[in-house]
């Protein structure tokens, strides 16, 4: 297993400037799979703000396949709100989740939600596998 360093830092809301950095966490089986994560505060609370992506380049077709078979109920049970972000190169799909001061905790968070969205993104990719002509115009 490969191990990647998240570092989390402060984000102001109104400039977009990085503040301060509140921690660097350990994950694993993560490469590419996280495209940008801060820290902002919503309603009066610290939460992480994590981009998820696709972890291989794509194909333009798989674009909109990959956003139609990525069920993003798969962190319901987290009560985690999800959102796809649109007008990037590749699928992107936002989630936020309370800041811990806890190390431990907030690297058991952000493994638990990086191997989450790994599964079904490869649950996707095998299901559009052979999709390309639902997608392509002839």
């Known amino acids: 297993m490969e191990e990647q360093v998240i570092v989390l830092m402060k984000k102001d809301k109104e400039t977009g400037f990085l503040l301060q950095e509140l921690g660097a966490y350990t994950v694993?089986?993560?490469?590419?799979?996280?495209f940008r994560a801060y820290v902002e505060e919503i309603e009066g609370k610290n939460m992480v703000v994590l981009q998820l992506t696709s972890y291989k380049e794509i194909a333009d077709w798989e674009y909109d396949a990959i956003f139609d078979y990525y069920d993003t109920e798969v962190f319901a049970a987290f009560d985690k709100n999800v959102e796809e972000v649109e007008g990037e190169y590749q699928p992107i799909w936002m989630l936020k989740t309370p800041f811990s001061e806890s190390q431990v905790e907030m690297e058991e968070v952000l493994t638990e939600i990086i191997e989450?969205?790994?599964?079904?993104l490869e649950s996707v990719y095998e299901a559009i596998a052979d999709k390309k002509d639902d997608y392509c115009e002839a």
């Open 28 to 34: 694993f089986e993560a490469e590419g799979l996280v």
């Open 116 to 120: 989450i969205h790994k599964e079904e």
